[in-house]
């Protein structure tokens, strides 16, 4: 059965208290240190969504706590924008589809930033494919939402700092109905 707003908000508070990756804050709290970021930052509402649900793949999966630590890697951004497609417009899929590749560029095309990540994320890099190649690099900037996915990461890998206070979920709700193309559907046929 296809996700709702609802569902989503039950899925991070039932499940999103799980470790992050072997990083110091849960699922829910990386989500919503990231989207808090991307607010903070005055991104429009598809780039918020996308920063609350980039990692939504990792519930879904229902993975163990150090999902690096695994022998493969595990797409959660495929699989969470493959379940988010009939939900949301692209503002919000693509980011979340591309923010692994994003890391993969900027540890190619940015010497420095591969030593920001942390531990996790760079063994979590290696499974993933490792850095992008300059002719990879060049194909992933011509992708629509690449900028976004850009911006994506790097606040996802600022939002793991345990402790930081954020919104709750629910003030997020109203932002995702907006976005959704369901609630758009819905408030169609009532006219």
């Known amino acids: 059965m296809p996700l709702t707003v609802d569902d989503l908000i039950t899925l991070y508070q039932q499940r999103g208290g799980a470790w992050y990756g072997g990083e ?5 709290e990386h989500a919503l240190q990231c989207a808090w970021l991307a607010e903070q930052a ?11 649900l980039h ?52 540890c190619g095309a940015e010497p420095r930033y591969w030593a920001t990540l942390s531990a996790a994320s760079r063994r979590s890099l290696a499974l ?12 992933f900037m011509s992708m629509p939402g690449s900028a976004d996915a850009l911006s994506l990461r790097r606040w996802d ?27 758009a559907r819905h408030l169609v046929a009532q006219r």
């Open 24 to 28: 110091t804050v849960t699922q829910r």
């Open 42 to 52: 005055g991104s429009p509402p598809g780039l918020i969504i996308a920063c609350l």
């Open 128 to 139: 993933q494919g490792g850095p992008l190649t300059q002719g990879q690099s060049a194909a």
């Open 157 to 183: 890998d600022a939002a793991q700092v345990a402790g930081t206070p954020t919104p709750d979920l629910e003030q997020y709700r109203p932002m995702m109905q907006r976005l959704s193309f369901r609630t």
């Open 55 to 106: 990692d939504l793949g990792h519930l879904l999966h229902e993975v163990d706590d150090d999902a690096a630590r695994r022998v493969r890697a595990d797409a959660h951004e495929l699989h969470a924008a493959s379940e988010l497609a009939h939900l949301f417009p692209p503002a919000v899929l693509a980011p979340i589809r591309l923010h692994v590749t994003a890391k993969r560029h900027l």
